[in-house]
Structures are given as C-alpha cells and as structure tokens.
C-alpha cells in the first residue's frame, strides 16, 4: 500500500479552498472531486481492522495461545482488562503512561486507555530501525486521537551495537526467581534505556503495555513468576500494567473489529511489527526477503553475508562474493525482479552487478 503525506494533501485543500474563495478559474466541481480524492488518499496511513483480521498472518492455534496463557495464569485470580488499567489509573493518577509500539495489542490498549483518560500519556519509541509503515502510522493516528503523545529516541544506533555485539538472538527467562527475561544489548540501548530516562525525567510510575501471554513461551513463564498482570519492577523502578495478559489473538482482533480502531498496514504483509533488522526470532530470514527484499539485502549487506570486489574482467561491474550460494541466488531474484540486469556465477556464490 502506498502511502501519502497527509500534509500535502491539507495544503493542497487549502489551496482548493482558497481558489474557490477568490473566484479562480478552478470549478466547485472539481474542486469537490479534488477534495474527495485528497481525503481518500490521506487516510492510507492505516488499513480497516476487518483487513488485518486473522488474514494471511502466521499467528499461534487458539490452542498453543490458550497453553501459554494458562502456563501465565495458573490457578491466579483473573482480571479484567478494564479493572487493571482502572487500579493503575487510580493507584498512580497522572503519573501513568501507555507504551505503544503501533502493533494491534497496544494499540487495542490505548483505545481502552484513552476511553477511561483521554489525556493519558503516551510513549513510543523510535529506534531508529522501525518499517516505516509504523512509524508513519503511530504519528497519524496520534493526531486522528488527538493524544498527550511523545516519541523518544535513543542515544545509540542499532548498527554500532551490532558491530560492538553482534545480531540479537533469542531471548530466555535469565533469573528464575525475578521471572526478568534477558535483554539482547539492542533491546537495552535501544528501548529499555531510552524508556528509563524518560521516567527520571517526567516521574511516571507505572506504565500500560500491550504484551500478551499468548504471544510467546518467555511472556508466559515470566508473567507466571510474576504472578499478575500487574507488577512492581525493580530492576526497571516502575510498576506495569498488561490489560490483554490473558486474552487471545482473536479476542484482540475482535475488539479492534467492534470499535472500528485503524490497524497498522504492514499488518497485511506481516505479522509482526518491530524493528525491521531484528534477528531474535524464527523465519525472520524468510520473512523479512519475502516482505522487504530491499531492507533483507541491506541487512545481508551489513551483517557480512558477502564482500564486494571489481570485476575481474574489466567489465563496469562490482562482485558480490557470498559465503553460501543460496544467499547469492535470493538477492540475485531480488535484484532481478527490481529490474536489474546482473550476472550470476558458481550457483550464486558470485553475483555480478553493475557499479550504480
């Protein structure tokens, strides 16, 4: 999906607007059809909740979400979404904030948040490596709600911690007794920390999330140690609140169906909404070539997957030397379908391209 700056279409209103007003040569027809178009094109920031419902994704059974939501409950009280942020909104009054990613869970929360404190807090963060889908949706429809909205971003940048650490790999419940998963270093520089002194600054106490049991076995086992969807943190000095702990993907959906709430677009390529380079997760190869072949071949790039050397033969073409042949020959259908003309040698393990 294509989207448009909403800017330039309100400029381009007002410009109607304002030809109309001085009796240029613009008819009021085609102005209106001008007008129509504009809001049409405006609204592609975002795409209907019936669109992202339960399509093309690769979501969990309703069975393996309901096991790990039970593995997080146990035998514990169940809470509904609404009494948790209720406590929260209540035990900490302004000094609470929702933690939004753009993703359909915290953004469904926010709905709830903002139904109960219209002028609540809300954070998002940039790391400086998010699909700009995303970050282009979260500004918007900041602005359609009208919200008490800040963006944070961190001081480091996702490529000099991978130099400095490598790729992020999987996370896994650390500590048995705090139930605190470990945190990759980018996740830290690039989240955690910009989200801490974002509450030394302004004295929040507790933030709202999106997270959900049922999302991963790591959630469900640290929720369970936790023993509530609602916590004291002492390693972050901050109370958090997960209203959806306990519901399903299709709960979710449900919600955001019945409440007409606008989804993220790259809900209708993908299935998960992040940093786009992550590599802590299963298939995010496959995922990340199929849905955003340009950003796989820079990651590929970065990550040393393969060098570039001057043609051998004299010919205005660089080598790209990968270390596995299959790797060559998926950037190699990449480059052909953008319409590159390239050559392909050794199976793949050399693909020759030109100097531009």
């Known amino acids: 999906m294509k989207l448009i700056d909403i800017h330039s279409y309100a400029r381009r209103l007002q410009l109607v607007r304002l030809g109309i007003a001085k009796g240029n040569s613009i008819s009021r027809h085609n102005a209106e059809l001008m007008e129509e178009a504009a809001v049409k094109n405006a609204k592609s920031w975002y795409v209907s909740p019936a669109q992202t419902y339960l399509t093309r994704l690769q979501f969990k059974s309703q069975k393996q979400e309901m096991r790990l939501i039970n593995i997080a409950k146990g035998k514990k009280k169940d809470y509904s979404a609404i009494n ?3 406590k929260a909104l209540r035990f900490h009054k302004n000094k609470v904030a929702v933690l939004w990613s753009g993703g359909r869970c915290s953004t469904v929360t926010l709905h709830m948040a903002k139904c109960l404190e219209p002028n609540i807090k809300v954070i998002f963060v940039d790391t400086g490596v998010e699909f700009p889908e995303t970050v282009r949706y979260v500004k918007m429809l900041a602005k359609e709600w009208k919200l008490n909205f800040s963006v944070l971003r961190p001081r480091r940048t996702f ?9 992020p790999t999987a996370r896994k419940p650390s500590d048995q007794r705090s139930g605190e998963p470990d945190t990759p270093p980018c996740c830290y520089w690039l989240k955690k920390e910009p989200i ?4 030394k600054q302004t004295g929040i106490e507790a933030l709202i999330t999106g997270m959900r049991a049922g999302e991963s076995t790591v959630r469900a086992i640290s929720l369970n140690q936790k023993g509530s969807p609602f916590f004291y ?5 901050v109370w958090k609140y997960h209203p959806l702990a306990y519901w399903t993907t299709k709960r979710v959906c449900e919600y955001a169906l019945k409440h007409d709430i606008p989804m993220n677009p790259l809900y209708l390529k993908t299935d998960r909404i992040g940093c786009w380079p992550c590599t802590s997760f299963f298939g995010w190869k496959e995922k990340l070539s199929k849905n955003v072949p340009k950003f796989y071949t820079a990651l590929m790039y970065f990550f040393g997957k393969f060098h570039v050397s001057p043609c051998v033969e004299g010919k205005s073409m660089n080598h790209l030397e990968f270390e596995r042949a299959q790797d060559g020959r998926a950037v190699a259908r990449i480059l052909t379908n953008a319409g590159m003309e390239i ?3 050794e199976r793949g393990k050399i693909v020759c391209v030109p100097y531009e």
């Open 196 to 199: 801490r002194s974002y509450i």
């Open 343 to 345: 050559e392909v040698h």
């Open 159 to 167: 490529w000099e911690l991978v130099k400095e650490h490598g790729p």
């Open 233 to 237: 943190s002492k390693t972050e000095g």
């Open 84 to 86: 948790i942020l209720r």
